[in-house]
């Protein structure tokens, strides 16, 4: 379905190497995504061209910014369609990766994606907030990461819960926010704004990474109820 040589060619271009098998896997996965979606709301990406660049390679980024190490643990919250933690661990089978959503819809997909592809993740039906104040998860993982639209301070305390003191939070995000308007509400819940990576897509879109370091546990009033976090943000 997906074209594997410009796959390959793209994610070389970000220094990520993948091999045969993981060529493999990305198209079973574009095929079951294209499927699934005639079913479901999955995405509104489902041209194989702009799946390689809008989701794949899009996911395939981080590897270029983070530093993952060697059988990292990593939670991917509100993973939707599994963006972007499921090519990450296509690309680093290595990764110890736990996929949470709230809808089981999405992750029986994602179940079935594993399964075509032969790889193995967690996989958790919780809301994000939920799973943040859940003592088996809360300041348990590594790398907390996100492909969201929502604003660094809203995002911080749904992600930042999960990562133990030392570890990394990621967001995906696109480009326009001033991530330093943020900064006072990532260090109240224990992180602190490392780096933010700006890059283009290969089609041109611009998109950004920001890296966040946990320096301290989040108090233990984190994250809070979904509507008062939107309500009233950090």
Request: some cysteine.
């Amino acid at each position: 379905m997906i074209n594997k040589d410009l796959l390959k060619r793209y994610a070389q271009e970000i220094g990520v190497s993948l091999d045969a098998t993981a060529l493999d896997r990305f198209d079973v996965y574009a095929k079951l995504l294209v499927e699934t979606n005639k079913v479901m709301n999955l995405t509104g990406i489902t041209e194989p061209d702009e799946i390689v660049v809008k989701h794949f390679i899009d996911s395939l980024e981080l590897l270029k910014y983070a530093d993952i190490p060697q059988g990292a643990s990593m939670i991917d919250v509100g993973t939707g369609a599994g963006f972007p933690g499921v090519p990450l661990l296509i690309a680093r089978p290595d990764i110890r990766l736990t996929l949470l959503d709230s809808l089981q819809k999405r992750l029986n997909f994602l179940d079935n994606v594993l399964n075509e592809c032969g790889l193995e993740a967690e996989l958790l039906h919780l809301r994000a907030e939920g799973g943040g104040k859940d003592a088996r998860l809360r300041e348990t993982y590594d790398i907390a990461t996100a492909r969201a639209v929502a604003p660094m301070n809203v995002l911080a305390e749904y992600l930042l819960p999960y990562v133990k003191v030392g570890g990394s939070m990621y967001a995906l995000k696109g480009t326009g926010e001033n991530i330093a308007d943020s900064a006072q509400a990532v260090e109240a819940l224990g992180g602190e704004i490392a780096e933010e990576y700006t890059f283009e897509l290969p089609n041109g879109d611009s998109r950004s990474i920001v890296y966040v370091k946990k320096i301290s546990q989040t108090p233990t009033q984190y994250p809070r109820k979904s509507k008062k976090i939107t309500a009233k943000p950090l």
